[in-house]
């Protein structure tokens, strides 16, 4: 019996003992959790301002943002706007002339070659090529290149890239004649070749201004031509031709080497030309 009350007495005891130790783990759980809460209020309380500082900052970032933005908008209307109101210029037009072969038809050809566009075979005793750059101010614009020549023409636009069309059969047919329409782009590129054009009576070449031109730059090129520096009588010639048809002589046409001459001027209206006139001596290409 006096056993039985020592085992009740040992459960009621580590009973006390449980329930205390449970109560203090609480106590202990409450103390932490309530310090903890405090702590992380204390720490709210300390970076609220930041926090604050950090989000006002990102607003006005945004807002600033947000005006750059409807600022370039406004530019880039204004701009465009400004463009539909620009006039139209050529801002610069370059003539390059290579001349390969220069010969007297009594002495007979300098070869035959098949013309695909004509489909004939020609004698060619004269060659040259026509480089003509011209450069807009903006790509709205539509132009016509046009090639024309005593002897025969065959033009390529090169850039942009256009095959040639002809609306009719006998444009097309035409030996000393080539027109093409171009449109929307600030600069063209084309390179024609003139077959027998520079002959006797028709020893000059010219650049008619498309547009009004700021800038006019010719150059012609002898250099491969064989016995150069016997070719001619005396130095070549220069003018312009005015829109009412007048021809005035002009000053400034530069020799660079032996048979290469160069001739730039300036703000030439639309239909204006350039012209550089060549004295040949024929008879010494019949020697």
């Known amino acids: ?24 783990w609480f106590v202990i759980a409450r103390h932490y959790k309530s310090n903890n809460e405090q702590k992380l209020l204390k720490l709210e309380n300390e970076h609220r301002d930041e926090l604050f500082r950090i989000q006002k900052e990102q607003e006005k970032n945004k807002k600033d943002w947000e005006s750059a933005m409807e600022k370039e908008k406004e530019s ?9 109101n620009v006039p ?45 750059f011209n450069k807009y101010n903006i790509k709205n614009n539509s ?20 095959k040639l069309t002809f609306t009719d059969l006998p444009s097309k047919n035409l030996k000393g004649s080539i027109s093409q329409n171009v449109d929307n782009s600030d600069c063209y590129f084309s390179a024609t070749t003139y077959y027998n054009g520079f002959n006797e009576g028709n ?3 010219g650049m008619k201004m ?19 520096k016997k070719l001619f009588t005396k130095e070549p010639d220069a003018y312009k031709f005015e829109l009412d048809g007048t021809k005035t002589k002009l000053l400034g046409l530069e020799k660079i080497s032996e048979g290469v001459y160069h001739l730039v001027k300036y703000n030439l209206k639309k239909d204006e030309s350039l012209l550089v006139d060549f004295h040949v001596d024929w008879n010494y290409l019949e020697k």
């Open 1 to 24: 019996m006096e056993e039985y009350y020592n085992i009740e007495t040992l459960l009621t005891m580590l009973t006390g003992i449980g329930t205390l130790l449970g109560f203090g």
């Open 76 to 84: 880039l209307e204004l701009e465009l706007d400004e463009k539909k």
């Open 88 to 132: 139209l210029l050529q801002e610069s037009k370059t003539v390059y002339v290579k001349y390969l072969h220069i010969k007297n038809p009594k002495d007979g050809p300098v070869y035959t070659k098949y013309n695909d566009r004509l489909e004939e075979k020609i004698d060619v005793f004269s060659e040259y090529h026509y480089f003509r």
């Open 143 to 162: 132009i016509k290149l046009t090639d024309t020549s005593s002897g025969i023409v065959d033009q390529n636009i090169l850039f942009p890239w256009k």
């Open 203 to 205: 020893e000059d070449i």
């Open 210 to 228: 498309e547009m009004d031109t700021l800038e006019a730059r010719i150059i012609v090129d002898f250099s491969s031509i064989i016995g150069l």
